[in-house]
């Protein structure tokens, strides 16, 4: 089955446009907890409070919940970029649950709201909302980054940006158990560190890595999309926004970093189009199709490509 072929018309969820103070409180646990855990990461790395199983630990659950994000929320679900058989779209919607970035549903029809307004009034994380001067930018920037999560109110309306997906019953139904699939999030890398070390101790620095560290990293890196990329980096395409490209977050965002031209050419499939510009979550997307798992995907048209280089005076 397709995206589209699980739909019901006739029974959409309902969503608040900005969350109630049960989720409000969530998202501060699930932003701020990890990030001061960051600090002692470096110092428990250097005294050696770090094993291989805790490596494995962090980089699998970091690729999984990068990918739901990036392939799934971002290209699949929020652009339509490729369409997904039913056990592909699950899957994806799942993994960017655990990415503790909330719902699908709500990230999809934030995301959209982003691309209607960008870096214009109505944008939901526009680092450029407070004008133009320094202290206007960094203080955008730390809204861009973080703050619209944590205190920000414009936030986007589901029924007016995604009612598709309100329609898609395995969509709605995976939104209304993203607590479920955060708390699974949360203590799976407790649980495989002690089951695989056979031990408490295994099963703590499975947590730290695992969990603290990984939503951390995967949350401070898909913020800096908002924030670093509509401050800085290379424009080689023409966009209406300031989104740049930052070739330094390329590896970590599995692709999300080449942000110039995703805002020049938003359901392109590819966003390093250029060479040289590694994009993980494009060679992911290029597999699935290879197994039929996605198909009509929106590959680059060189032509259109073309008409959307940047001119160079």
């Known amino acids: 089955m397709s995206t ?56 699998v659950f970091y690729v999984i919940t990068t990918t739901g994000i990036g392939a799934g929320y971002h290209r699949c679900f929020t652009h339509g970029s490729f369409k997904s058989r039913r056990g592909l779209k699950i899957a994806l919607a799942i993994a960017g649950s655990m990415a503790l970035e909330g719902p699908v549903i709500r990230w999809v029809a934030d995301h959209r709201k982003h691309h209607k307004f960008s870096d214009r009034e109505g944008d939901p994380h526009s680092p450029w909302r407070y004008g133009t001067s320094a202290w206007a930018v960094t203080k955008g920037f730390v809204f861009a980054h973080a703050g619209w999560v944590l205190w920000g109110q414009d936030r986007a309306d589901p029924k007016h940006y995604a009612p598709d ?8 139904a995976i939104s209304r158990h993203f607590r479920w699939l955060a708390a699974i999030s949360l203590l799976a890398p407790a649980l495989i560190g002690g089951l695989w070390d056979r031990s408490w101790h295994g099963a703590a620095t499975g947590f730290f890595w695992g969990t603290l560290v990984r939503v951390a990293l995967m949350h401070h890196v898909t913020f800096s999309i908002n ?64 197994f039929g798992w996605a198909y009509d995907v929106r590959w680059p048209d060189p032509a259109r490509l073309e008409k959307k280089r940047a001119v160079v005076s």
């Open 4 to 59: 589209s072929a699980s739909a019901d018309a006739s029974a959409p969820i309902e969503f608040q446009a900005v969350g109630g103070p049960l989720e409000r409180a969530l998202i501060w646990v699930f932003i701020v907890v990890p990030t001061i855990a960051l600090l002692p990461a470096i110092v428990f790395a250097w005294g050696g409070w770090i094993g291989w199983h805790d490596v494995v630990v962090l980089i």
């Open 165 to 172: 997906l309100l329609h898609d019953r395995d969509l709605a």
């Open 227 to 290: 924030s670093i990329c509509h401050v800085s980096g290379k424009k080689p395409f023409t966009a209406r926004d300031r989104s740049g490209n930052v070739w330094w977050l390329a590896i970590l965002s599995q692709g999300e970093s080449w942000h110039n031209l995703h805002h020049a050419d938003p359901t392109c499939a590819r966003h390093g189009v250029l060479k040289g510009q590694i994009d993980i979550n494009a060679w992911l997307i290029k597999q699935f199709e290879r």
